[in-house]
């Protein structure tokens, strides 16, 4: 079925194409729809909606931030939500301001020019896309889109999701695309956790269902970032996000597998990269670590993986490096062993202090992050384990167990530190007096003891 809704799109793209050049720098914002309140609706308020959300604020739009989550919306209320410090000034304002709504209420989503949809899209415990949240959202959507409106899919998603979840259910709800309503996908391309480019600095993806459909979303993408890609259809822009990704995860699996090589011919593996990236083209340096988590690189390359499984098609390098990855966090356990073993103990019975739960640096998000699998891991072979991460100050729960936060963590008498995730504002002083660490970060050039992963 994706195959042949995929076919049939392309074609009326192509005649309903009208030839201009992909990219362009605008700047123009868009007029707000007469017959509407909102110029934008932004359908989860999550690490990606919300961000986006202040974004379209701040360029001068009225928002309406929908999430059917009342503690989240509380939270963004309260301030007590995850954010560069930039965009914890942005939301200061936006309560503050009469142009910002939040709601539970899916029927406001109708008074709004336009809706992005920013929700999550993960896997199973067996790898296969779980498309639940997306689809709920998708229905919501399509269920109170009235004429006039644009829908953005935002959501990392399969090639011929937004046609099948978007465009065909407002058919039989006589909403004919391209005429009565506009339908167009734009990759999310939010960064967690760093502030070296904000969202507006990053340029923007987008397909339509039809050229008048993609006009209208780079008007409004246009609001607020500079650089607008325009591409041939909804399929392109969706499947450009699975390359993104699907990228990062080859070169992550690769970096981590150049790191036991030159690990076990006893060379400096951050040295040979830096040496490396001292080429001017044809190389792009990564750096290796304990596994990869967060919402995009476990999850997204699973998706391309998955639907061209209905084709009879594998990907073998991609499949390779996925499981690789997934392998990961065991290799960090099996690594602590034998550190410990080299001072003359084992994992069992041993106090094992995890610095740094969080997926990546300066965010406290938890989601996919190799910590967990490591703790689970450890606990399994007998250490007694804890924690030190200021972003989670208490307690954890890992497989149904409560692991504790170290406040003082020099107080723990750790037979093994794993510096697992580096924070910025985390004071790391105190490792200096460790005997034993083990650095899975491969950043940690200070600690003059410190064993690499």
């Known amino acids: 079925?994706?195959?042949q809704l995929i076919t049939d799109g392309l074609q009326a793209q192509k005649q309903l194409d009208s030839g201009e050049p992909w990219a362009v720098k605008v700047r123009?914002?868009?007029q707000p729809g007469r017959d509407f309140d909102y110029d934008?609706?932004?359908?989860g308020m999550g690490y990606v909606g919300l961000p986006t959300a202040l974004a379209h604020h701040v360029s001068g739009a009225k928002v309406l931030g929908f999430d059917i989550s009342g503690k989240r919306i509380g939270d963004i209320k309260a301030r007590e939500v995850d954010l560069l410090p930039t965009d914890h000034q942005r939301l200061a304002s936006a309560l503050a301001s009469d142009s910002w709504t939040l709601s539970q209420e899916s029927t406001d989503l109708s008074r709004a020019a336009a809706v992005i949809v920013c929700v999550p899209t993960p896997v199973d415990g067996h790898h296969v896309p779980d498309l639940s949240i997306l689809a709920s959202a998708s229905r919501m959507v399509v269920q109170q889109a009235v004429a006039g409106q644009l829908i953005l899919m935002t959501s990392t998603t399969y090639a011929g999701c937004t046609r099948e979840m978007i465009v065909e259910p407002l058919r039989k709800r006589s909403l004919v695309p391209g005429a009565d309503i506009s339908v167009a996908f734009?990759?999310?391309?939010i960064n967690p956790g760093v502030s070296d480019f904000s969202i507006e600095d990053v340029p923007r993806v987008v397909g339509g269902y039809t050229s008048r459909c993609r006009e209208a979303a780079v008007k409004l993408l246009a609001s607020y970032t500079g650089t607008v890609h325009r591409t041939s259809g909804m399929e392109v822009a969706e499947m450009t996000k699975l390359l993104e990704n699907t990228f990062r995860a080859v070169n992550i699996a690769m970096a981590n597998e150049f790191a036991q090589a030159c690990q076990v011919l006893d060379l400096p593996v951050q040295e040979v990269i830096d040496s490396a990236a001292t080429k001017p083209f044809g190389f792009m340096p990564?750096?290796?670590?304990?596994?990869?988590?967060g919402h995009c690189i476990p999850c997204d390359p699973h998706y391309l993986l998955w639907q061209l499984r209905a084709h009879n098609m594998s990907l073998p390098v991609i499949a390779a490096a996925m499981e690789g990855i997934e392998q990961r966090p065991?290799?960090?356990v099996a690594r602590c062993a034998q550190v410990l073993s080299n001072t003359g103990k084992g994992l069992l019975g041993s106090r094992v202090l995890v610095v740094g739960l969080a997926y990546k640096p300066d965010v406290a998000d938890l989601r996919e992050s190799p910590a967990l699998q490591i703790i689970d891991k450890l606990i399994a072979a007998g250490a007694d384990v804890a924690?030190?991460?200021?972003h989670f100050p208490e307690s954890v729960t890992v497989n149904g167990k409560q692991i504790i936060g170290c406040a003082k963590p020099a107080e723990f008498n750790a037979d093994l530190v794993l510096l697992h995730t580096r924070h910025a504002?985390?004071?790391l002083s105190w490792i200096n007096k460790e005997t034993t660490v083990l650095d899975a970060t491969y950043r940690a050039e200070e600690l003059t003891h410190r064993v690499l992963l």
């Open 1 to 3: 079925m994706t195959t």
């Open 425 to 427: 504002a985390a004071d």
């Open 40 to 43: 934008v609706a932004i359908v």
């Open 186 to 189: 734009s990759p999310e391309r």
């Open 330 to 332: 065991a290799q960090t």
């Open 28 to 30: 123009n914002r868009p």
């Open 387 to 390: 924690f030190y991460d200021h």
């Open 286 to 293: 990564f750096t290796p670590g304990p596994g990869v988590g």
